[in-house]
Structures are given as structure tokens and as C-alpha cells.
């Protein structure tokens, strides 16, 4: 074992996404396929290290203590720039997506469940590889699994959850940019974008934003009040019937800051500053997810598990282009929806944002797919799977 701190993590985190710039500027598959670069450069530095290890024997540990500040940066970023007034004109396609998502729960537990009877597993493990790790991710993931190895004796459950949390990260990174190309091809001719002077939060993340030293200074304070009282909620709604992830809780303070502070008239978010901010915490948090993974615990997978998460990877992008694509409008927005689709429901919210930016990068900018996707991916589908999962767990032959 090879321990890097803090620091040398975050040099190796820059370097990895400077590789993925490079990969991505340089290799026409990887631009047409609109792959996010902090996903190329992460997946590559992971399989340089599994090379590294099969070669030698030794693993890099990498000090990630920087990567939940990260993310909880990035989600406050969506928090702050969440207009309540935006979010009521957009209410109706919000909703139409969050029955999407929804119906997609339903089918990864119900083909979880299916595909494990078939193979001879645990129905528990059809769960786990289902909505719980998939649609859920690491933390949902890694809950679930303590509580099915405490409360009904599934061995090494936490363990099996993380591994399939990271398969689903690898793949929604990878399949978002070819379903999306896919579907824009058959998409109905949109209007031409308008040209706006200051572009959305995470349309597009190279776009020039002119900001100061005080702007900020400012959107860093309230970043830091988002992440002490988001943690703070977190901690108090613990074992609670209310409990909710870390992120939500820091999500749901940004949203009611920007918007009570502008109620009150007493400041007014800078969106320009908050979206660089937000945009630098995504790309980070992301190189320093998949920099870290272990290929080799993930190559230790049973063929049955790989059987099962490889027909989930198979399900999110047919139902991408025949469920969410139609539904949605059968549009360009719809394209790109269906990209984060790909993204949040293999893997996380993050991995969405990247899927989309890629694809808006080379057709162009989708006002709707940013307004909806972001609030469904980082707050309503937390919701949305608990209730489910409690759903499929009432089945008699689970108990």
C-alpha cells in the first residue's frame, strides 16, 4: 500500500482531469460519443493503477477526505442556483419525469429480482444490484447493505453494494454520450437557441464568466452555511422517519437561502460565481471517485453478478430512448434528458451533469434538461427510492 495525502491527492485528481481534456480534444470517438472528460481521465488513471498493481502487487491509497466536501459543494451549487419561480414554470415536465423515474425504480428491482431467482441467488442480491446501488448509489447503496446484513443475515452486503454502486458509476459515465447521439439524431427540429450574455449553472462549463474577488468571497460563505447547516440537519434527522442523506439536506438549505434572501431583498445570488464554483467541484469530486476505484475487487466479481448489472446496463438504455425520450417530447431536451437519465440512474447526480454537459457542448444548450434533471436526480429520487425499496421489501417471499 502506497498512501498519498491530501494534497498529492488533489494534484493527482488536476492531473487526471487535464488527461481527460487531452483524451477527449485529441480522440474524434470520444467527442462524438460525447463521453464527459472527468469520466475518460478517471477511467483511465484507474486502469493505469490496475495495471500497476497486476504488475506489482502494491495499491495506491488515495486520501479522499476532500471528496465529500466536493460533493456537498456541488449539490449546495444546485441548491443556490434553484429559482423557486424557474422551478413552477418548469412544474409540469418535472413532474411527467419524476413518473419516469419512477417507473424505472419499479423495472431495476423487478429484473433484479427476476434475474436472481434465475441464477440462483439471494433475492436480497437482486435487490442490491437493483434500485438500491444503481439508482441510488454509494451511500443509499452502502445503507441498504448494512441493514440486509443486520436485520436479514445477508453476508458481506455493505461490500457487495459498494462494488455494485461503482460498476453502475463506470457505465452511466460511458453509455450517456452514445444514447444521446442516438436519440438526436431522431429528434424533432428544435427552434434555434437563443444566445443569452450569462449561460445556465451547468449548460455550459467552458463558457468565459466574468466575476471578482468579493463575488467570490460571498458565494464561498454561502457555500459554507449550505454545508455546516445541510450536515447539521442531516445529523439531527438521523434514525428519524424523516432521515435523509447529507446531500439533500445541503441541496434543500441552498434552495431556501437563495430563495428567502432574495425574498427579504437583503442579497441577491451571483449565478455566474456559483455555477464556476459548482462546476469545479463536479469535475473534482468525479476524478477523485474514479481514480480511486479498485478494478481488481471489481474483476473479483461472480459471473452471475456481472450477468445481472451487465442486463441493468442493457435496461437504462432502452428504457432511455423508449420510455424517457418519448415521454419527454421526443425532442433535443428530451436527448439530453435521457443522457442524465443514463447518468443518475446507473450511477449518481454528478454523473448526469457530466453526461449532459458533454452532450450540450456539441449540439448545444437545453434550458429544460438542466432546470429538471438536477432537482430530480439530487433530491426527489432519494424519496422516490426509499419508497420503493419498502415496497418490494413488503413481498412475502423477502421477509
Known amino acids: ?25 485529441s480522440i474524434g470517438i470520444l467527442q462524438t460519443y460525447s463521453i464527459p ?20 502487487g502494491l495499491s495506491i491509497q488515495f486520501d479522499n477526505s476532500l471528496s465529500a466536501p466536493l460533493m456537498l459543494a456541488f449539490f449546495a451549487s444546485i441548491g443556490l442556483n434553484a429559482d423557486l419561480a424557474s422551478l413552477r414554470r418548469g412544474g409540469r415536465p418535472l413532474l411527467v419525469f419524476l413518473a419516469v423515474v419512477f417507473g424505472l425504480l419499479l423495472m431495476q428491482n423487478t429484473l433484479g429480482l427476476v434475474l436472481a431467482r434465475v441464477l440462483g441467488l439471494d433475492p436480497l442480491i437482486g435487490l442490491l444490484a437493483g434500485s438500491i446501488t444503481l439508482s441510488g ?12 446484513s443486520e436485520t436479514y443475515g445477508l453476508r458481506s452486503a455493505p461490500e457487495l453494494a459498494l ?12 453509455i450517456g ?23 445556465g449553472a451547468f449548460e455550459m462549463p467552458g463558457a468565459v464568466r466574468l466575476i471578482t474577488a468579493s463575488a467570490m468571497i460571498e458565494t464561498l460563505a454561502l457555500f459554507s452555511v449550505c454545508l455546516l447547516l445541510g450536515q447539521q440537519i442531516a445529523v439531527a434527522l438521523k434514525g428519524s422517519a424523516l432521515e435523509l442523506p447529507s446531500f439533500v439536506c445541503v441541496l434543500f438549505v441552498g434552495v431556501l437561502l437563495r430563495n428567502a434572501l432574495a425574498a427579504l431583498g437583503w442579497y441577491v445570488v451571483f449565478e455566474r460565481c456559483v455555477s464556476v464554483l459548482g462546476n469545479v467541484s463536479l469535475s473534482l469530486f468525479l476524478a477523485m471517485a474514479l481514480m480511486s476505484l479498485r478494478l481488481w475487487e471489481l474483476a473479483a466479481l461472480a459471473l452471475p453478478m456481472l450477468i445481472l448489472l ?26 439530453v434528458i435521457a443522457a442524465g437519465h443514463c447518468g443518475f440512474g446507473l450511477g449518481a447526480t454528478p454523473t448526469a451533469i457530466a453526461n449532459m454537459q458533454a452532450v450540450t457542448e456539441r449540439f448545444g444548450p437545453s434550458h429544460v434538461a438542466f432546470l429538471i434533471v438536477p432537482m430530480v436526480g439530487a433530491f426527489f ?19
Not at 137 to 148: E, K, M, N, R
Not at 381 to 387: K, S, Y
Request: charged share 10%; hydrophobic share 55%; net charge positive.
Open 1 to 25: 500500500m502506497i498512501p498519498l495525502d491530501n494534497y498529492s491527492t488533489f494534484v493527482v485528481a488536476s492531473l487526471v482531469l487535464l488527461l481527460g481534456r487531452k483524451l477527449v480534444g
Open 37 to 56: 472528460e472527468p469520466v475518460i481521465g478517471g477511467l483511465v488513471a484507474a486502469i493505469l493503477l490496475f495495471g500497476f498493481h497486476g504488475a506489482t
Open 137 to 148: 448509489g454509494h451511500g443509499t447503496g452502502l445503507a441498504w447493505g448494512t441493514v440486509f
Open 163 to 174: 462494488a455494485c454502486a461503482t460498476f453502475g458509476l463506470i457505465l452511466g459515465g460511458l
Open 177 to 199: 454520450g452514445p444514447v444521446a447521439r442516438f436519440l438526436v439524431a431522431r429528434a424533432a427540429p428544435r427552434e434555434p437557441a437563443r444566445e443569452t450574455a450569462d449561460p
Open 310 to 335: 451487465a442486463s441493468q446496463a442493457g435496461l437504462m438504455a432502452a428504457y432511455a430512448i423508449f420510455v424517457t425520450f418519448n415521454v419527454m417530447g421526443r425532442n433535443y431536451d428530451a436527448a
Open 381 to 399: 429520487i432519494d424519496i422516490t427510492n426509499a419508497l420503493t425499496i419498502k415496497l418490494f421489501l413488503a413481498l412475502p417471499f423477502l421477509r
